[in-house]
């Protein structure tokens, strides 16, 4: 297992290497990547080692996008708000891995559309399609590795036996049926025996983490995927799809004891017993104590919060004791208060705005369909600091933003165009419409 950690940092660094010099602007659809990996492995570096690479990046994109400002205003504010309320906390050593995270995320947002701009709709998904289909691979390959040798990290999720996920945390899984959504769409238009294979095997991966909101996340899109094969009235690459995935689906279910897995999860996660939904609605009591603290105790300014991410017993007067805030609106408003939660949701409802009056056709919405639930699952039950998930979210909610530069050439399939970018250059491939 150490010599996979290993190999896993290894190309981490290649990786990064990779994108500044070959993929250039387009490396910003990789940062999902090198936020999955770097969360993988058991690091020989400093995090002030990741923190230098992601300001280099990050600073190299500001650079060739120096109008990015413009796209999404609320998001520099937010990234001005939030390094502000970091000068003044009380512990900057434990909200800098969140600081750091939300300021990438909300710095790509405007820098994403900027750069889906200058090159071709075919050029984006075709980049698109292979960061995600590097995650999942990461996935996978973590996924066995970790449970061929028993390793579940430091803090083991549930603590079961059978498959485990190594250094995987519970947020770390929310990027994985975006990905997965963004593989099976690829499929689609473009069908590949081994990327459905790739999808169904992490599909099933996925299944036995018995995390509810991934799962939910998760079969959303692929019925929305179903959805569109109905729309476009494609009985046939329907009935072939469905098929082949039932074929693969029976194959895994036959020849490994996932059935076995899963059922073993859902008792020991007691999913099925009222004190688990009662430890669950502690979550939805938080808009309460909230409430409670901000206009009836008064405990903290409801205007600007308590202090960046710094909920662990600084709320409700500890009536959790160390137990975070879980649900995204809570957590935004107890680190940065109304006015942080006023500018997030400005910058959200901008950019699902902007994509909607973007998107030309029915699979465009349906695409912006299902971000929108996702966004809506996750602001309940995760955190918009896992900059990874984000990222990936808005990188395909802005899509639309990205248009094929000549539709003429593109009707004509009898040879491969060479399509040039901002000092970018690839064949076209056939993907998404």
């Not at 512990?91 to 300021?103: C, K």
């Not at 899109?221 to 009985?235: P, Q, R, S, T, W």
């Not at 104590?289 to 903290?300: E, G, P, T």
């Not at 695409?367 to 990222?391: D, P, Q, Y």
């Amino acid at each position: 297992m150490n010599t996979y950690l290993l190999l896993l940092e290894l190309f981490f660094f290649a990786f990064t290497g990779y994108i500044l010099i070959v993929k250039k602007q387009l490396a910003i659809i990789y940062l999902p990547v090198l936020f999955v990996s770097r969360n993988l492995y058991d690091s020989f570096t400093r995090a002030l080692v990741w923190y230098l690479i992601l300001l280099i990046i990050m600073t190299y994109l500001i650079y060739k996008n120096r109008g990015y400002t413009r796209n999404n205003i609320y998001s520099i504010i937010l990234v001005v708000y939030f390094t502000i309320l970091f000068s003044l906390s009380t512990d900057a050593e434990g909200a800098r891995s969140g600081y750091i995270s939300a300021v990438v995320f909300f710095l790509s947002i405007p820098i994403c559309q900027q750069v889906y701009k200058k090159y071709d709709r075919s050029i984006i998904d075709g980049e698109l399609c292979k960061m995600a289909l590097i995650v999942l691979l990461i996935f996978i390959s973590n996924t066995i590795m970790s449970t061929l040798y028993g390793f579940s990290g430091e803090r083991p999720m549930y603590g079961f036996a059978g498959v485990v996920y190594g250094n995987m945390r519970h947020t770390d899984f929310n990027i994985i049926p975006i990905v997965l959504f963004i593989l099976l769409y690829k499929i689609l238009k473009e069908y590949s025996t081994f990327d459905l294979l790739v999808a169904i095997v992490s599909f099933s991966f996925l299944l036995l983490t018995m995390r509810r909101s991934v799962i939910v996340a998760a079969i959303t899109g692929v019925g929305i995927i179903m959805l569109m094969l109905i729309i476009e009235k494609n009985k046939s690459k329907s009935m072939m799809g469905l098929i082949l995935a039932g074929m693969i689906a029976v194959f895994l279910v036959s020849g490994t004891n996932i059935l076995d897995r899963f059922w073993e999860r859902y008792e020991q996660r007691d999913l099925h017993e009222e004190k688990f939904v009662s430890r669950e609605e502690e979550r939805f009591t938080e808009y309460g104590i909230l409430y409670s603290d901000m206009f009836v105790n008064k405990r903290y300014s409801p205007l600007f919060g308590y202090e960046l991410f710094n909920s662990p017993g600084n709320y409700g007067d500890g009536i959790n004791q160390d137990r975070s805030l879980h649900s995204d609106i809570p957590v935004i408003v107890h680190a940065s208060g109304l006015v942080g939660l006023l500018l997030y949701l400005l910058m959200v409802t901008r950019t699902f705005l902007i994509s909607y009056v973007s998107s030309e056709t029915t699979n465009e919405k349906m695409i912006i369909l299902f971000c929108v639930l996702v966004f809506i699952i996750f602001a309940i039950t995760g955190r918009f600091t896992k900059a990874e998930t984000m990222i990936a979210m808005f990188m395909l909610i802005l899509l639309p933003n990205a248009k094929y530069k000549s539709d003429d050439q593109y009707n004509d399939k009898s040879f491969p165009e060479v399509i040039s970018g901002d000092d970018y250059e690839t064949e076209k491939p056939m993907i998404m419409n």
